[in-house]
């Protein structure tokens, strides 16, 4: 053969592997694991799921936390006004639930770890883009004359 040998089956994979250097190090001072489908989420913004993997650092041994938004905003390099834009986003398709604890005090982050298809949330309607107005018209019942 010309230029090219056959290389070994392990040589292909060790180009076509992520190859992790220093794994000690970095378990040494902790690692968040963050499910895939959050990750592959079409519907979250990277913002939005690096938040919540912060949110799940800090949840690590239990299924809560409460961090204030300043010490996110600290920790992730963000602003304090795109924490609460992510925090709402996430909350929104069902991921966070925040339950406020009161004034001056953190709110408390209940995390959902299940995919959005398994935790549909009933509370909320989708209205598949309509204004307000013509849902409050679609829910009213057609009469076909006095009762």
Request: hydrophobic share 35%; with cysteine.
């Amino acid at each position: 053969m010309h230029g090219n040998s056959l290389r070994s089956f392990g040589d292909v994979l060790k180009e076509r592997t992520i190859i992790l250097k220093g794994a000690d190090a970095a378990t040494a001072m902790g690692f968040t694991q963050v499910p895939n489908f959050l990750l592959k989420s079409k519907k979250l913004t990277s913002g939005d799921k690096i938040v919540f993997a912060m949110l799940l650092s800090y949840a690590w041994a239990n299924d809560f936390c409460f961090p204030g938004q300043q010490t996110l905003a600290d920790d992730l390099g963000l602003s304090d006004r795109s924490v609460r834009t992510h925090l709402k986003a996430l909350e929104a398709e069902g991921l966070l639930h925040i339950r406020q604890r009161g004034q001056g005090k953190t709110n408390v982050y209940e995390l959902e770890l299940k995919p959005p298809q398994y935790h549909a949330n009933p509370d909320r309607k989708k209205t598949s883009g309509l204004g307000r107005k013509d849902f409050a018209v679609l829910g009213r019942k057609k009469t076909s004359g006095p009762l």
